[in-house]
């Protein structure tokens, strides 16, 4: 048997669930599915979209080619008359960091969240038809998550009614933004307000950075592009900027103004809107790395599955087959709950685009009040599932054993992408600690005030300190109620016992600061509870299809029992469990893997991902692996000639002892 074709034709009969069904459920909706589907087909068909030799490329060609890739799809966008979403997807499946990303994701929600009616109606349908290209210019050389810390200064000029933006110093040059420094004509610039020699706080300015006719920087803008990053192909096809300004003035009408407005008087006008609003962008992002998460996760995983049930390793009898790796329970621990953590991912995606959706409408009416939790889950969400995924992503080569470092297995390239999320739209520990505020008040706010939303749990925070788990045997661990409790307990637990150790500090910022380590994990354990409910709450939806919901009971014990594994020392040190009990569940996760196990196949095959989008040779679906690998290494160009460049020069006088007199 030279490839694995037979190997996941087999494992596909082993289904106990209906995969179309679940496909749908993983989409959300039929339609998402319909939709989704069609255009990962339209992208996978398209020959201008091809991305594997994208690793290969140098950077000159590699930005090239991906211009090539928008310009094209804007055109599909147009000719086939595509919607917002369908746009959307289309960025998506193409797979290829972009100047689009930041347009799209970053300067039109600028706008729309931060602008007034006026700036909206004049920018976002220049935007929104791609006659400006914007970008999201925040971060600085000296700072980034610091964001009252950037040294830019928009100084107004009364004289001229404009506003001077001057980057003061080295470690005030914008540093980061995406689609900078090559492309993007405009950029929504952060920098500090001062007004007759006064400072108002950091604000957003849209500032025009090239000339539209012939792309060339404005008179006071030096704009050029950091430099390579983190792996081959990768983020490289972004031309993240670097952006000095030299005193160059904007009109006073692109401050954008829904949340402080300056008069013509130079008055500094503080409107109702809390200031919080100017970090609305972020919010939204963040929501978006969410549902992106298990996009990016599930893709390792797929990949890490097929190749695990393709590859054979031992205990051949009487020269028979060797066992598929899948089997061994060493890789089912290691694969499956990546695989579960793939579906919580998705389906915590889904309510925070819900909560997102919400709170945007009530911003648009001027309720603030859901504001703080927004941010709070955001920013926590992002950092639990951006972390998870890269790690998970960097397990997933592991699994692939030696194979899994090849660049054509996808893996390396899609690690190399994505890590950045750990890093951007905020730090994951610098975003935890956004958390642990959040925690701390409401904790501080329980004897008189009502904790609401995902916090409510802690209502019961007498129940959840003092009664402890019940299970007795390994079953009774499948109850959704049990398990939810103790994630509710743990985190209560942690969170009150920071908030009392915190008590003890005279000055509570130096308190927060020396605790701020156990402060991070309380705020893991909080939002491990928002993820293992979110799942539980969809479990609770009508699902569906011949098994599925079944399948996706087990991957939610799989998920929620691997964390309570993995941080059982948190549930032992706060009392809720018994040494006994989290053995227990350990045992039970066992039980669960070998349910999974003869579904492990068709569970990747319903996150439908394409062969195209996957890029990977050990995760095709076919399984045709080592052909393909062979054929893949004897195409790679380095094999174009038997002798390479340098042997003459280089090895042959070695071999036969002439370096010495060899030119080198
Ligand atoms: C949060 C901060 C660290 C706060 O700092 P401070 O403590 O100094 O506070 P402040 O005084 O500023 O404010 C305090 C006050 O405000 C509240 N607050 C803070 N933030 C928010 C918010 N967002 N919303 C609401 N409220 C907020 C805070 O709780 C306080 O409230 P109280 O006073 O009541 O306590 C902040 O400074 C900060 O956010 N720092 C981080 C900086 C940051 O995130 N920068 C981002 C730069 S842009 C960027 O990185 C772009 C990245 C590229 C993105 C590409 C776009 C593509 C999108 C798709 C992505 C898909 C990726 C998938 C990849 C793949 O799959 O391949
Ligand atoms: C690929 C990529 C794309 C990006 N795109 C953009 C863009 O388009 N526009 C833009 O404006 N920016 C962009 N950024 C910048 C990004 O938003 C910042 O890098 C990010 O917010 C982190 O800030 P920093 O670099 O200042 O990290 P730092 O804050 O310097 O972090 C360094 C270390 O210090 C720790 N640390 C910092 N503060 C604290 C604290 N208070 N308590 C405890 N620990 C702390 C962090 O945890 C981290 O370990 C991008 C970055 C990357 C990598």
Redesign the pocket.
Same mark, same amino acid.
């Given at each position: 048997m030279e490839g694995g074709v037979d190997y996941l034709i087999d494992e596909r009969k082993k289904a106990q669930f209906d995969v179309e069904a679940m496909k749908v459920a993983w989409a959300g909706s039929r339609q998402a599915f319909e939709l989704s589907d069609r255009i990962a087909k339209l992208v996978a068909n398209d020959p201008i979209f091809e991305k594997f030799s994208r690793p290969m490329l140098g950077r000159k060609e590699l930005f090239k080619n991906s211009l090539r890739k928008v310009a094209h799809a804007w055109k599909l966008i147009i000719d086939l008359r595509l919607s917002e979403e369908e746009a959307k997807l289309l960025r998506h499946y193409i797979d290829e960091p972009a100047y689009t990303d930041?347009q799209w994701e #970053?300067f039109i929600p600028a706008i729309e969240g931060q602008g007034t009616e006026e700036q909206k109606r004049k920018w976002l349908p220049l935007a929104r038809k791609m006659q400006v290209i914007g970008? @999201?210019?925040?971060?600085e050389l000296g700072?980034?998550?610091?964001v009252q810390g950037l040294e830019t200064t928009a100084t107004f000029d009364p004289q001229t009614d404009e506003f001077v933006i001057h980057s003061p110093t080295l470690t005030s040059s914008? +540093? +980061?933004? %995406? %689609?900078?420094a090559k492309v993007s004509t405009h950029a929504i610039v @952060?920098a500090r307000l001062i007004l007759d020699g006064q400072f108002h706080g950091v604000h957003g300015f849209i500032v025009q950075l090239r000339n539209l006719e012939n792309h060339t920087p404005l008179p006071g803008i030096t704009v050029g592009d950091i430099g390579m990053?983190f792996g081959n192909g990768a @983020?490289n096809t #972004?031309d993240?900027g670097v952006i000095r300004f030299n005193h160059v003035h904007i009109p006073r009408n692109q401050m954008l103004m829904r949340v402080s407005q300056v008069t013509r008087e130079g008055k500094f006008v503080q409107s109702d809107v809390p200031r919080q609003l100017l970090y609305g962008t972020m919010v939204y992002v963040r929501q978006k790395i969410v549902a992106d998460a298990s996009k990016a996760l599930s893709r390792a995983v797929c990949i890490a599955t097929r190749y695990s049930a393709v590859r054979r390793q031992f205990g051949s009898r009487n020269g028979g087959p060797e066992i598929q790796v899948i089997d061994y329970k060493t890789q089912q621990s290691r694969l499956f709950p990546l695989l579960a953590s793939a579906y919580a991912f998705r389906f915590v995606g889904e309510w925070l685009k819900w909560l997102y959706t919400d709170v945007k409408q009530r911003l648009e009416a001027n309720d603030f009040s859901t504001l703080p939790e927004a941010h709070a889950c955001t920013a926590g969400l992002k950092s639990l599932t951006t972390s998870a995924t890269a790690d998970g992503i960097e397990e997933c080569r592991k699994l692939c054993g030696g194979h899994g470092y090849l660049v054509s297995s996808g893996i390396p390239e899609l690690f190399a992408t994505y890590v950045?999320a750990c890093?951007?739209?905020?730090?994951?520990?610098?975003m935890m600690?956004q958390v642990a505020r959040f925690l701390v008040k409401t904790v501080s706010e329980l004897g008189y005030k009502q904790p609401v939303g995902t916090t409510a749990y802690m209502r019961r925070v007498t129940a959840l300190m003092q009664s402890n788990c019940a299970v007795r045997t390994a079953e009774e661990w499948l109850n959704p109620g049990v398990v939810v409790e103790a994630f509710e307990a743990r985190s209560t637990r942690m969170a009150v016992a920071c908030g009392q150790r915190l008590a003890k500090f005279e000055n509570p910022e130096e308190g927060f600061a020396e605790l701020?380590a156990d402060l991070v994990e309380a705020s893991l354990a909080h939002c491990q509870v928002i993820v293992v409910s979110k799942f539980v709450e969809k479990l609770q939806q009508e699902i569906p299809g011949k098994g599925v919901k079944r399948l996706l009971e087990v991957l939610f014990y799989v998920y929620a029992l691997f964390l309570l594994h993995k941080h059982q020392g948190d549930f032992l040190a706060t009392g809720y469990l018994t040494p006994k009990q989290a053995s227990l569940a350990n045992d039970q996760l066992r039980i669960l893997y070998s349910k999974v196990r003869p579904n492990a196949i068709a569970l990747v095959d319903s996150f439908n991902h394409t062969d195209h989008l996957l890029s990977s040779i050990l995760g095709r679906y076919d399984g045709n692996v080592y052909p393909k690998l062979y054929e893949a290494a004897f195409n790679d160009p380095f094999n174009d000639s038997d002798i390479a460049d340098g042997i003459h020069q280089y090895v042959q006088p070695m071999l036969r002892q002439e370096l010495h007199s060899a030119k080198l």
């Open positions: 930041l #970053m970008s @999201y210019a925040q971060t700072h980034g998550s610091n914008k +540093w +980061w933004p %995406g %689609g900078t @952060y990053k @983020y #972004m993240n950045p890093t951007f739209e905020g730090d994951n520990v610098v600690l701020s």
